[in-house]
């Protein structure tokens, strides 16, 4: 398990805001029934009511009509009544704590997964603050959940880190390069400017330098390059970290309030979409 390195900022300040394009670096209750009343009847007393069941009796004990009829067996099975469904309880409010996209986009995903996408970008501190949280949420994603990251490009320098993210996801090495990317930035303060300096960086960490570089302009990082800058059109990302459910929904750090409560709103948007 990698040891992420947080700023000193605390997260709540950070959630204040996320970097956007203008940064450059970076029952009622039924009523009860009324009680109706008997009409009045003649009563008898008990010694009248008394002598009165002693000759039924001897009547019938006299004519052979006195056996005991057997009752009728209960029927064994107890049906409970079924309760309606409950519905789906929800936390989280639309136009609070998420924003519902109408209409809703297409996502890149099988029809039977639900996706969650990620947009960040490298050099935004919120986004690496976001981080560590990404990582405890991936450790315990359900099943049915795709989760996408989408290198968001707000400058020059965030679209070289963009072709560098696609390129080690073509080579599928993203586990080796994705966080050292962030902490070189964010800690070691190199802003990664240069393709050289992004090898520089990741070759002794086991990445072939040639895979690398023949990888990094090639017709398959320029073809996610685009797919990016499309799916960030079409959910009109402005500012990072965002993460988008399914193509319907758009939330972020600063609507949840924590980096905490993010992952509540995530989750619980991946229920509503389960049940649909």
């Not at 009165?52 to 056996?67: I, L, Y």
């Not at 990404?134 to 290198?151: G, H, S």
């Not at 679209?159 to 902490?183: C, D, N, S």
Request: hydrophobic fraction near 40%; include cysteine; charge should be negative.
């Amino acid at each position: 398990m990698r040891r992420f390195i947080l700023p000193a900022v605390s997260v709540v300040l950070l959630l204040a805001a996320g970097c956007s394009k203008n940064d450059t670096d970076q029952p009622t209750a039924q009523p009860a029934a009324t009680e109706q009343q008997a009409p009045a009847e003649q009563v008898s007393t008990p010694a009248e009511t008394e002598k009165a069941v002693a000759e039924v009796v001897e009547d019938a004990v006299e004519s052979g009509e006195g056996e005991a009829t057997p009752e009728p067996q209960a029927n064994k099975e107890i049906r409970l009544a079924q309760p309606a469904p409950a519905p789906l309880a929800t936390r989280f409010v639309a136009g609070k704590h998420y924003t519902l996209l109408n209409p809703a986009q297409p996502t890149s995903s099988a029809p039977d997964q639900i996706e969650v996408a990620e947009f960040f970008m490298y050099t935004c501190p919120h986004c690496y603050t976001f981080e560590p949280f990404v990582q405890t949420y991936l450790a315990k994603k359900p099943a049915d959940v795709n989760f996408i990251r989408v290198p968001t490009v707000f400058n020059q320098v965030a679209q070289l880190h963009a072709r560098a993210f696609y390129t080690a996801e073509v080579m599928g090495i993203l586990e080796t390069t994705h966080y050292p990317m962030f902490k070189a930035i964010h800690v070691d303060r190199n802003m990664l400017t240069s393709e050289e300096a992004i090898i520089s960086l990741l070759t002794p960490l086991g990445v072939d330098e040639a895979e690398f570089r023949k990888n990094f302009n090639s017709f398959a990082v320029d073809t996610k390059m685009r797919q990016g800058a499309t799916m960030a059109r079409r959910f009109q990302i402005s500012s990072v970290p965002n993460v988008i459910v399914n193509g319907k929904y758009l939330t972020g750090g600063a609507m949840a309030g924590s980096y905490e409560t993010l992952l509540e709103i995530i989750e619980e948007l991946v229920m509503i979409e389960r049940t649909r």
